[in-house]
Each structure stands twice: as C-alpha cells, then as structure tokens.
Antibody, heavy 120, light 108 residues
C-alpha cells in the first residue's frame, strides 16, 4: 500500500525556518517525481515545489523561490521541504504528493497534510 | 501566466448531473486532471488525462476536454459527492503545476 506520512509542521515566528518531511512507503520512491502543494485556510490548492526522481531537477512557485528548498533522500525514501524567511502568508496546510507518471503530470497519492502557522 | 478558471460553486439535486468546467488557457492542448477534496481531508484524484478514471472511482465521474474548456461530469449525484473540486494541468514552459481556483459542489 502506498503511503506518504508527513511530519514537521507547527508554529514558527515570521522570518523563521521550518523543515517538513514526507516519508514514503509501499513503492519505489526513487522512481517518482515528488511535489509539495499547499492550501491556505479557506483557499484553494497552490503548487509550491517539485523535484525529479533523482533529485537533479527542482522547480518552485514564484511565491517561494529563494526562500524554500526541496530535496529528497532516496536512501531514506523521504522528501523534504526546508522553508526559510517565513511570512504570514505562508500559513497553510502543506501536502506532499506523488507524480503518477513521467509522461503525464498529475498526483495519484497525497500525504495527510501538515499545518504550518507563521505568527509571533 | 497560465490560468485555469472554475466557477466558484455548482449546485445540483440528488440523482441529477453536475458539470464543473475548467477553462481559459487553451486547455485542449494539455491534459487536465481533477481532484475531489472533502473538508479536512487531502485531495483525491478522480479523473486524469482528461477522461481516465483511477481504480476505485465510480463510473459516475467522467471528464472531457475540448478547445478552451475541460469539464468534469458527475452523473447521478449523491450526497457524498459534496466537496470541492479542482482541475490541474502541467505547464511545461515554466515547469509549474497549475490548479484551478476550485468549485464547491453543493448537493441540494
């Protein structure tokens, strides 16, 4: 059974940092592109960042570029999102998601979500 | 940048057909995917590559994509279909995932 189990959310002050993790199981993690998607309270889904299966290619939404870093450890089957210079508008539930296919870019499995609150 | 526009809300009576549109951006040239999200839950894929259904998704859910508009159709709507629905594409020129703004489906 495919599982994506997230950890690392919580409360952080503006300007602070936080790292999210997403532990994968039930599939060959190193074969799949992975993404982070977030959802601000009462709002829609927003792409945050993506990383190729081997970690060599990464891409970011303009809203987080230069502040967030996506990475992965294929030896640990884990995806990360290092968030820095956090702002109030980064408050959201963050989901990790698996890209189903290298040819058609959609998400077939999602993590349970992790709330990040940015407040003093 | 590429924009996907969805109606904020759609209402339908039980047993009827709901249609949720996703447009403005030459969607016909891209594969469109649809997610269902219920309150407090992660999104669930209901249609991918315009019209394919993942295993476990009822046949009542179908999709189409033509010209500038993709459509998610839910036949014989049930109370359990009440949720937010999002369309999504991959914008290869900018390496960005694009989501529509979401549509709240209300079952009357």
């Amino acid at each position: 059974e495919v599982q994506l189990v997230q950890s690392g959310g919580g409360l952080v002050q503006p300007g602070g940092s936080l790292r999210l993790s997403c532990a994968a199981s039930g599939f060959t993690f190193s074969s799949y592109t992975m993404n982070w998607v977030r959802q601000a309270p009462g709002k829609g889904l927003e792409f945050v960042s993506g990383i190729s299966s081997n970690g060599r290619s990464t891409y970011y939404a303009d809203s987080v570029k230069g502040r967030f870093i996506i990475s992965r450890d294929n030896s640990k089957d884990t995806l990360y999102l290092q968030m820095g210079s956090l702002r109030a508008e980064d408050k959201a539930v963050y989901y990790c998601a698996r890209v189903a296919s290298p040819y058609i870019y959609y998400f077939d499995y999602w993590g349970q979500g992790m709330l990040v609150t940015v407040s003093s | 940048s590429y924009v996907l526009t969805q109606p904020p809300s759609v209402s339908v009576a039980p047993g009827k057909t709901a249609r949720i549109t996703c447009g403005e951006g030459n969607t016909g040239s891209k594969s469109v995917h649809w997610y269902q999200q219920k309150p407090g839950q992660a999104p669930v894929l209901v249609v991918y590559d315009d019209s394919d259904r993942p295993s476990g998704i009822p046949e009542r859910f179908s999709g189409s994509n033509s010209g500038n508009t993709a459509t998610l159709t839910i036949s014989r709507v049930e109370a359990g279909d009440e949720a937010d629905y999002y369309c999504q594409v991959w914008e290869s020129t900018s390496d960005q995932v694009i989501f529509g703004g979401g549509t709240k489906l209300t079952v009357l």
